[in-house]
């Protein structure tokens, strides 16, 4: 598809008439103390010079609260109703590639046995603006997990900075291709000179084999080892690494309200919690810390790519970045690849 340029102030004049029109802009701005990504209403607010922000957008497709259906209990019987969602379109500007990549493993889970209108709605009115990165943190890994900094995957439009603040634009789905359309009068042809600025190196982890990794976790010799109580030693499981994780979306349903009425509510879950698989006879089958930090290595590495083709991790290092002990993920890819 032919690439496009477009101007920092022509960025502007877009959030004006998306916003104008009633859509939701989200991009990377200053949040209490680091940047997240957030709906902005003006140019101003947006940080440009960022490495990755510290929560990831999957907020935005699978809020962290919402209420699914209503009931009401009468005499008569039950008055169970569905709620309708009409998402406003919503363009997430700024998005780095390991976090667009992220949107097919959401998709996945979220149409596996069931169809998750909820989900799925706000994914198909969402337009994901991924910039390539062009800079990078001790905890990116995205090359280790067969990504690279300027990924198209899961992006409807990828943008390169310049040197001058602007940016080479390309469309990558047709999604990504009717909004350039629609908005053809900020992205112009692109000049016979520009100077795009060159993606980041991040080198593979040299000890790290994500395909022996997987090999090795499917193997169910392996689920007993005495190995797992040492790498998961230091979790408290205080489940920030499965909050900020782009991929992770498990979650609770809960009714609120009163004996009669209230709403059916389905929350953000985590499997680091220990409640989160116990049984109402009181069986834990996941009783103790290091095997619920198992359990969700083993769904980045092992189910969730088994499964769904997908995956798990997208190597954005959120979850070394937020873990309170340091658990880093690498270090355990590094140690099971280093096994015999
Ligand atoms: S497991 Fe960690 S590095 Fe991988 S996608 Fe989730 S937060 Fe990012
Ligand atoms: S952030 Fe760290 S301590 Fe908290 S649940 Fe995750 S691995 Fe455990």
């Known amino acids: 598809m032919t690439t496009k340029f477009l101007k920092k102030e022509n960025l502007g004049k877009l959030i004006d008439t998306l916003i104008g029109e009633g859509s939701i802009f989200v991009a990377p701005r200053m949040g209490a103390r680091q940047v997240v990504y957030a709906p902005v209403s003006k140019f101003e607010e947006i940080v440009f010079d960022y490495i990755i922000p510290i929560n990831s957008f999957k907020e935005f497709l699978f809020p962290q609260t919402e209420t699914v259906a209503a009931f009401s209990i009468h005499k008569e019987g039950v008055d169970l109703r569905g709620v309708e969602i009409e998402p406003k379109e919503t363009v997430i500007f700024g998005s780095r590639p390991c976090d667009a990549a992220s949107v097919a493993s959401l998709r996945a889970v ?3 046995d069931f169809k998750d209108e909820f989900y799925n709605r706000r994914e198909d009115k969402a337009v994901v603006m991924t910039v390539a990165c062009t800079k990078a943190d001790d905890s990116c890994f995205c090359t280790t997990v067969n990504l690279t900094p300027d990924s198209q995957k899961g992006s409807d439009i990828l943008l390169q900075e310049t040197s001058g603040g602007d940016y080479a634009v390309e469309a990558i789905t047709e999604k ?77 349903i809960v009714d609120e309200g009163s004996a009669f009425e209230g709403e059916r509510i389905k929350n953000w879950d985590a499997c680091q919690f220990e409640f989160f698989t116990l049984h109402t006879s009181g069986h834990n089958p996941r009783d103790t810390q290091y095997k619920r930090w198992r359990n969700r290595f083993m769904c980045k590495f092992n189910f969730y790519p088994n499964k769904f083709s997908s995956r798990g991790c997208v190597g954005c290092g959120r979850c070394i970045r937020v873990c309170p002990v340091r658990l880093d993920i690498t270090e355990v890819m590094e140690e099971i690849s280093s096994l015999r």
Not at 195 to 203: A, H, R, Y
Not at 211 to 238: F, M, S
Request: aromatic residues 16%; proline residues 9%; charged residues 20%.
């Open 176 to 252: 990504g291709k009717g909004f350039m359309d629609r908005f053809n009068n900020f992205f112009e042809p692109l000049p016979t000179a520009y100077s795009p600025l060159p993606t980041v190196d991040i080198k593979p982890i040299a000890g790290v084999d994500v395909q022996k990794v997987k090999e090795w976790l499917k193997d169910t010799k392996h689920y007993e080892n005495p190995l797992w109580q040492e790498l998961a030693r230091k979790c408290i499981g205080c489940g920030a690494c499965t909050f900020a994780c782009p991929t992770c979306h498990c979650f609770d």
């Open 110 to 112: 979220f149409n596996w």
